[in-house]
């Protein structure tokens, strides 16, 4: 059973970092796509579908990432660990939400970031960032 497990986060002023993981178990194989998302304060109960992708990384470790995070947020990944951190800088209070780890065996990373893991796909738990003035 493939399992997301996530660490990290928390909160921060404006302009101030942190980091995020999260640790896959029980790939089926070594070609699964890898990223984060978000869903903004007062969306929880928003289909899934309409989470932001944030920024992906496939197995060969090419990246994709959104306009909105590009230059401030970096995705790494430990293909060892099958793990992945985010390292996000310069946070802003429009960075607050909900932050969820996905993955996917069969997409690249700019379909994962903009469709989300698929059917064979899972979720991490998620994790809250909130970000003051």
């Known amino acids: 059973q493939v399992q997301l497990e996530q660490s990290g986060g928390g909160s921060v002023q404006a302009g101030g970092s942190l980091r995020l993981s999260c640790a896959a178990s029980?790939?089926?194989?070594?070609?699964?796509?890898m990223g984060w998302f978000r869903q903004a304060p007062g969306k929880e109960r928003e289909a899934v579908k309409e989470r932001e992708g944030l920024v992906t990384i496939d197995y060969r470790g090419a990246t994709d990432y959104a306009d909105s995070v590009k230059g401030r947020f970096t995705i790494s990944r430990d293909f060892d660990k099958d793990t992945i951190y985010l390292e996000m800088d310069n946070l802003k209070p429009d960075d607050t939400a909900m932050y969820y780890c996905g993955a996917d065996p069969g997409l690249e990373a700019f379909a994962l970031r903009i469709l989300g893991p698929g059917p064979h796909g899972h979720w991490g738990q998620g994790t809250q960032v909130t970000v003051s003035t």
């Open positions: 029980g790939l089926h194989h070594n070609r699964y796509s």
